[in-house]
């Protein structure tokens, strides 16, 4: 799943004349969390298989991997690893304005610049400083807002600490919180994003803690990267939810994405919903609806919807074929209860 988290940050210090990094810059410097995933009513997860307590835990790794230009100018690699994958890298720069990202690489190798660059932290903290964060990502619009709400006590795996509490809420696409405690020399020690639907409903959040002190380590063996899929699909309950393959009898509207990589010019993107088993209400694999879009770039995406019927959808399972150019290449389950 991607979010805007702010990657390990240190505190800005003077010290006589010289001026500190305000984080660790060490090669090979690195940060161990514990993250927990948690998905609201109605929500699943897709991806991870949650515990007793319908909470999914996974350690994650941050990590220093040296550096990479970028228009002439060397930025910090910053690498997620999760489930043996470099999942996505920041390019950052630290210095006594703070921490700023000026591009990102993704699970495939792709980067993309950030325009404008982002401030993940404006040095030196204190309790009161604001920023925002505008930019568009692909031909979404994206707003943050950050408040620096005061200083507080923090319990994590690593041990207890007195944290400056960073508040971003964002807006535009979608409704997003994030509350992150940083500790002058030490980084972010907790970190809780949190993703809501259009009403308010928790649809998934994502919980950081601190596992121990940050240290220098080898980079871990990393999994070869699969080889990118020609299209990439999900189905939710909103244009901008969570991915989830079960939905009730009353929901308004399910929306199939897909999101393409080195698509041919003018491919076809055709979509099939079809009712595999819904008792009487249809025959068996009865083919409800389908649509038809063209893709004018390489890396072009969109959605489909299918509007609830008037007497509600039939409960039963169902399954939605994405086609490339009348090849079937990506197939998805999902079940309607009552």
Not at 42 to 63: C, I, N, Q, T
Not at 157 to 163: D, L, N, S, V, Y
């Amino acid at each position: 799943m991607k979010t805007f988290f702010a990657l390990i940050l240190g505190a800005f210090a003077t010290v006589s004349t010289f001026a500190a990094p305000i984080m660790p810059t060490t090669d090979g410097m690195t940060w161990e969390y514990i993250m927990t995933q948690e998905a609201g009513e109605g929500f699943h997860f897709s991806d991870l298989k949650p515990d007793e307590d319908g909470k999914a835990r996974l350690p994650v790794m941050y990590r220093i991997d040296g550096t990479q230009k970028v228009d002439g100018k060397d930025l910090l690699k910053f690498e997620m690893h999760r489930t043996g994958l470099v999942t996505n890298t920041d390019l950052v720069t630290v210095d006594e304005h703070g921490i700023v990202c000026s591009a990102r690489i993704d699970q495939n190798g792709e980067t993309t610049k950030m325009t404008p660059a982002q401030t993940m932290v404006a040095a030196p903290l204190k309790t009161g400083m604001s920023w925002n964060f505008d930019t568009t990502i692909g031909r979404a619009k994206v707003h943050q807002h950050y408040e620096v709400t005061g200083e507080e006590d923090v319990d994590v795996p690593a041990g207890k600490f007195r944290a400056f509490h960073i508040r971003a809420v964002q807006t535009v696409p979608n409704s997003l919180s994030i509350d992150r405690w940083f500790v002058n020399g030490v980084g972010i020690v907790k970190d809780v994003t949190a993703m809501r639907s259009n009403t308010g409903d928790l649809m998934r959040s994502v919980t950081l803690e601190l596992k121990e002190p940050p240290k220098v380590a080898p980079r871990p063996q990393v999994k070869p990267t699969p080889r990118p899929k020609k299209l990439y699909v999900t189905i939710g309950k909103e244009v901008l939810a969570v991915a989830t393959n079960q939905f009730s009898a009353d929901t308004p509207k399910i929306y199939a994405r897909w999101q393409g990589h080195d698509l041919p010019r003018q491919a076809k993107i055709r979509i099939v919903w079809i009712a595999e088993n819904i008792g009487d209400a249809a025959p068996s694999d009865y083919t409800i609806d389908e649509s038809t879009a063209l893709a004018s770039e390489p890396d072009s995406h969109g959605i489909f919807t299918l509007s609830r019927p008037d007497n509600g959808w039939a409960p039963g399972d169902y399954r939605v074929e994405f086609y490339i150019d009348d090849a079937l290449t990506e197939t998805v389950k999902l079940k309607i209860s009552k």
